[in-house]
């Protein structure tokens, strides 16, 4: 079967530095999606990773190993308004996407 | 209208009703989605479309319905609401199958 497993919740300070992990395995592969969804919102995109190593974009860079089945999210200088669920989601083999339960972030002055 | 669309945000039906969720986009989309989201649980394919006139099943297909008439519109239909129908439903659209989703607001559905 297809699995996304990442952490259920994870706490983090204002203005530090967070990594929230992904792990995969699926059937077929055609990239790696992050999403943040604040509480009672909808998704929206953070990043996209097709090849293996880093995207960084502003606070937020995200990691791929496809050999490891493995990605992570990078958040730093976090802000309070960084309080949100983070998904992790692939794209298999028939080009739908496959959604981790998402990590909870709680962020503490 | 600028993005996504949803219509009801939030609905409360009996057993046994049927019921239509709508979803429009103005973005000249070619393939839309619909999803479940339970508590504890990833978000669920249940249809999709990858171009107008043409649909697929996801995951978790059975009791749901969906068509595709026209670029903009992709509305969901349950012909039986039953209390496990009881979620958070989006709507997404991409510009193709393989591009980043864009959500809609969502529709929160208690069946009773």
């Known amino acids: 079967g297809q699995n996304i497993d990442q952490p259920t919740e994870m706490t983090a300070t204002e203005g530090a530095i967070v990594q929230i992990n992904c792990t995969y395995q699926?059937?077929?592969?055609?990239?790696l999606f992050w999403y943040q969804q604040h509480a009672g919102e909808a998704p929206t995109f953070l990043s996209y990773?097709?090849l293996d190593g880093l995207e960084e974009k502003g606070r937020f860079s995200s990691f791929l190993s496809r050999s490891k089945g493995y990605s992570y999210l990078l958040l730093k200088e976090l802000q309070m308004k960084d309080s949100a669920s983070y998904l992790c989601?692939?794209?298999?083999?028939?080009?739908?996407?496959?959604w981790g339960a998402g990590t909870k972030l709680i962020i503490k002055p | 209208i600028a993005g996504i669309t949803q219509a009801p945000t939030s609905q409360i039906l009996a057993a046994g009703r049927r019921m239509t969720l709508r979803c429009t986009q103005d973005?000249?989309?070619?393939?839309m989605y619909w999803y479940r989201q339970d508590l504890g649980l990833g978000l669920r394919l249940i249809h999709y479309?990858?171009?107008?006139?043409?649909?697929g099943k996801g995951e978790v297909p059975d009791g749901y319905s969906v068509s595709r008439a026209n670029t903009d519109d992709f509305p969901l239909t349950l012909a039986s609401a039953v209390p496990s129908q009881t979620s958070v439903y989006f709507c997404?659209?991409?510009?193709?199958?393989?591009?980043?989703?864009?959500f809609g607001p969502g529709t929160r559905l208690t069946v009773l």
């Open positions: 997404a659209s991409s510009e193709a199958s393989v591009g980043e989703q864009f």
């Open positions: 973005m000249r989309h070619n393939a």
């Open positions: 479309s990858n171009t107008a006139g043409t649909t």
């Open positions: 699926t059937s077929g592969f055609n990239g």
């Open positions: 990773n097709v």
């Open positions: 989601a692939v794209l298999d083999s028939n080009y739908q996407l496959i």
